[in-house]
């Protein structure tokens, strides 16, 4: 059934009638429902004064619009606290928020740009698709409306002043990472640090690694029996710090080679890899007293297959049966297949990946495992290089500071002393 309001004028009932009328000659089979929420809806459009004042809610108030603080640009923020006849009173369905670019002086035509549903506390929205240094003006709607069939028949807006203008930019620096700035600074401090204190000839502590002390006892071995040792770089090309820290442990392991006369073999399946481990070994044996004792074809090219590389490496292990097998650097899912091949013949097995997937096949299959880190702190374990042991060691100290940071949080938290973690929030 379809309720004319009672105070509906001459005009607006003319025009109803009119509509009506067509609304049935275009859609004869249209249902009542649709046809009411319809001609109610037309009826607000000839006549939107016609609608009970008491359906109007208020405004908002304190309506605050600022440029977004700490972000690079392009974002005006606006806040309010919502109208007396919030979604509890069931007069304010929806806020809209509505804005206009000032031209010459003057706001142009407003367009919506987002809303926020009723029944919240807080309310404040974020515009972010404004234009840095252009003027802004804004509004915000309070709207109570009724919807029928998905049709809205009528609308109530409450609306605010123009608010402006605004402009958005951006700031050079986020002061909610002030926190971040200064761990960065005071782990860098305790790297430059401990890289003039190892440069100055002090002997820092670095936590023993039991792969690397094997690394005597694994050359010892394959010399004893008179058999090769291999060493797999792993598979990814030169441009990867896991590939990096295994060629630096390379180096010490192929001077070790040199000086007990074993002979390293190197297989690779990069390029760039060939070159320079081939450099590297070769730096060994002469740091050694052996240069005349290596030969170029101790690091060779297999392929760049994986699996292809895998099953290579796979055939010479069984062919040749080596004493000591090396696996360092990056490895997918070869890795098992590699590990249990060494595994079968008996040769002693030491490993070093960054890769968290790979390393409980390495640890199930192989006699030592450099768990992630260690295989980047092995390299300067083994090298005594000051600017790497100095790396290492002020790394340390910034990661104990951290961890007791965490365990002094937790204590502080636990007992509701202070709300200590929100120092290290970098995310809001």
Known sequence: MIRLPANLDRKACAAFFVALFSLFLLVPGARSQDAAAVVDSII????????????????????????????????ISISWEKSVDDYENGKVKVYRIYRSEIVDGQPSEYKEVGDIPAGLDEYSFQDGNTV??????????????????????WEAVSVTVPLGPIKSSAQWFDWRRINAFIGVILLSFFIVYYIQQAKSGKDLFIRKIAGMEAVDEAVGRATEMGKKIFYVPGLSDMDNMQTIASINILGRVAELSATY?????????????????????????????????????????????????????????????????????????????????????????????????????????????????????????????????????????????????????????TFNIWHFSRIFSVID
């Not at 304190?62 to 977004?68: F, G, W």
Request: charged share 20%; with cysteine.
């Open 44 to 75: 607000q459009a000839v006549n939107p004064d016609s609608l009970p004042p008491e359906l109007y809610p208020q405004a908002v108030t304190n309506v605050e619009v600022k440029d977004t603080p700490n972000d690079a640009g392009k974002s």
């Open 132 to 153: 840095d240094g252009l003027e802004y003006s804004y509004k915000v709607m309070a709207v109570n409306y009724l919807r029928e069939n998905n049709i809205t028949a």
């Open 261 to 413: 006369e074993t002979y390293i073999d190197v297989p690779v399946c990069r390029s760039m890899v060939m070159i320079t481990a081939k450099e590297v070994v070769k730096e060994a044996y002469s740091k050694a007293g052996r240069p005349d004792a290596f030969q170029e074809d101790q690091v060779h090219y297999l392929t760049d297959d994986q699996f292809g590389y895998a099953a290579g490496i796979d055939g010479m292990v069984v062919r040749e049966k080596p004493a000591t097998i090396f696996y360092m650097g990056t490895f997918y899912a070869e890795s098992l297949i590699l590990a249990e091949t060494g595994n079968s013949i008996g040769a002693i097995q030491i490993a070093g990946t960054a890769m968290p997937s790979q390393l409980p096949f390495f640890v199930a299959a192989c006699d030592y495992t450099l768990i992630g880190e260690e295989l980047f702190a092995a390299s300067a374990y083994l090298s005594k290089e000051p600017k790497l042991i100095g790396s290492v060691k002020g790394q340390d100290v910034g990661k104990g500071i951290m961890l007791a940071a965490i365990v002094i949080g937790i204590i502080l938290e």
